[in-house]
Structures are given as structure tokens and as C-alpha cells.
């Protein structure tokens, strides 16, 4: 019988040598860390992975905070109203807790496909998936590098998050209300793969911290993934420093970091070792499903600590996801779902800075 392994903190832990060895030995893992047990998180830690993994997501996140730091106004020559801005960068424009996002800034990006091929029609029906890669000028020194390791990064998450959906589909398939799909071939074969390299601003006097009872989602609030799969890198947290690169820091406080809600209800804080990868469960999961593997409900805190006006937490999420024409549900497609989800997330002529 698979012994399955476990964070400190409770969530599974999986190696990826043994993911690409005998995924299929690791099914005990994915029910656990995936089924609806009460006690399931919905997220997987995968670690023992290649030594440039660390290096390269040491030098993504590094610039984001580099690109948040760029003036405002050419930040914004990279945002893209017409894809609801889904494709550069974004501040301000999507809608949480009912009021617009000030808190994080966002690079959107799809790292596997530059210029997906798709017909004219579903690229105009879509094109918060099909429209073109934006990418910052090579001439801008602060961020030199940034598509190449844009790129180099995403492609490694979007290769261990395929690897993983095959270990994943003796498990899905029983779940699954078209057990003939699959898991793997759904996301390889996908042209909506979408990135998004997050930059959460240090609180400001525009954005006060609570000094009292601070919220646990007062970074980023509750909310669910629409993807089948989501891979996350750890955090990175730096501290600003005067005239040269920013410092790389632990977390502001003990309760600074990614909380989830278990299958049970109950509030977990999960840590992802800076080495290793995670995936959680999204929405098209669940619907594809017909509820049977849910998507799993996450936010992030910023934690009260002393300076942390200073300091700022970046991050990388790779949404895997299929084709806007794949039938999740009888009445309803990919693309028509994420349309809904798009809806409630932004709205017309929104342009807070």
C-alpha cells in the first residue's frame, strides 16, 4: 500500500521522481490530497525537483517586483482593456469583495502559446484566452529578461502539472461525468493555458494594514480557480531597499501566507516549500465533475509584522485548463462558464489605479 506523505501542516506531499517514474503508484496520494474526505485540502506539494527550478523562480519573481516598480505610466502601456486584461498587465480592474483590487498588481501571459491557433471567429468570441502575448520592451533595463524567464518558468509548472494529470486520471475518470476525457490530453492539448505573475503591494496609506482584527483574506480575498488545475509557486517576500535590488525576507509574521478552506470546512494555513511546486483544484473541475471534485476555496493574509510597509510578496500561478469549446456540463462549455466568471470579476469602464 502507498505510504503517502505529509507537509507539517497537513497537506500531501508527493516526489517528483517518483511522479515521473510510476505516477500511477500515487493514486492513494491524489484521493487524499484531492477527494472529498473532510480533512482534504485540495492541494498537492510536489518536491524534489530539478535544482534550476529554484533559480528560475528566484529570477521571475524577482521581476515582478521590478515591473510593479516601473513608473506608472509605462506599466500601463502594457495593459490591455479589449482581453478584459488578461493578457499584460493589470491593476486595479478586477472586482473582489465587491470593490476593485488595489492590493496586487498582475502580469498575465499564456507561456506555452504565443499566438494561439484557433479560428477568427472563437478568437473574437474569446479574447481574454486568444489574443496575443504582450510582452515588456527588451529595451527596458530594470526588467531585462522578463519574457525569456516568463516563459522558462511556466513552461517547467505547465510540464510537472501534465505529468501530474496523468497520475491523476485513474482518479478523475471515476469522478469525471465523461469518464472517456482526459485529464493529461485536456490540458496538453489546450490553447487557454494562462499565467499570472502576481506582485501583492506592501500596505500603504491608501491601503491600511487593520491595526485590530486583521481579515484572512486582507491580501487577496476568498475566491475559487476556474481552471481544471492550478500550479503555485511559493511566495516570495522582499523588503525594499534603497537604490539597488530588494532583499529576499522571511514572512512578515507567522500568519502571513495562503489559507485554505479543507473539503470540511475548516481554515488551514499551507506553506509551499521555496523547492517545490503545488496544484490545487479549480472550478472547471468541479463542474466537470458535476461536483464530485471540488474546487478548492483559497485567499491570502498579509500578516501584521513590524515594517512591513516595506515589504511586498510575489508569487506565480499557472491555470491549466481546456479548450473553450470543451463540454464541461450538458448546457454548458469552457468558454461560456469562464464568460460568467469574467462577468463577476470585471465591469465595463473599470480603470481604478
Known sequence: MENIEYTPEGAVSISYPTLLSSPLSLTASIDKAFGSNPDSLGIIIVRDLPETYKTSRERLLKLAYRFANLPLDLRERYAHPASRYSFGWSHGKEIMNGKPDTLKGSYYANPVVDSPKVSPAEREAYPEYYGENIWPSSDIEAISGFEQAFKELGRFVFKV?????????????SHLTDSSLSLAGLIRSSQTVK????????PSPDSPLPTEDEPVDSWCGFHLDHSLLTGLCSAMFLRQQPGGDPAVVPPPSPTSGLYIRTRGGALTKVSIPADCLAFQTGEALELAT???????????????GEGMEEISRETFALFMQPNTDQQLMATETFGQFSKRVFDE?????????
Open 161 to 173: 502539472g501534465g505529468e501530474l494529470a496523468v497520475a491523476c486520471q485513474p482518479f478523475a475518470s
Open 195 to 202: 499565467a499570472r505573475l502576481l506582485h501583492y503591494f506592501p
Open 290 to 304: 458535476a461536483g464530485k471534485l471540488r474546487a478548492t476555496p483559497h485567499c491570502v493574509r498579509v500578516g501584521a
Open 345 to 353: 470579476h470585471y465591469t465595463e469602464g473599470n480603470t481604478t489605479m
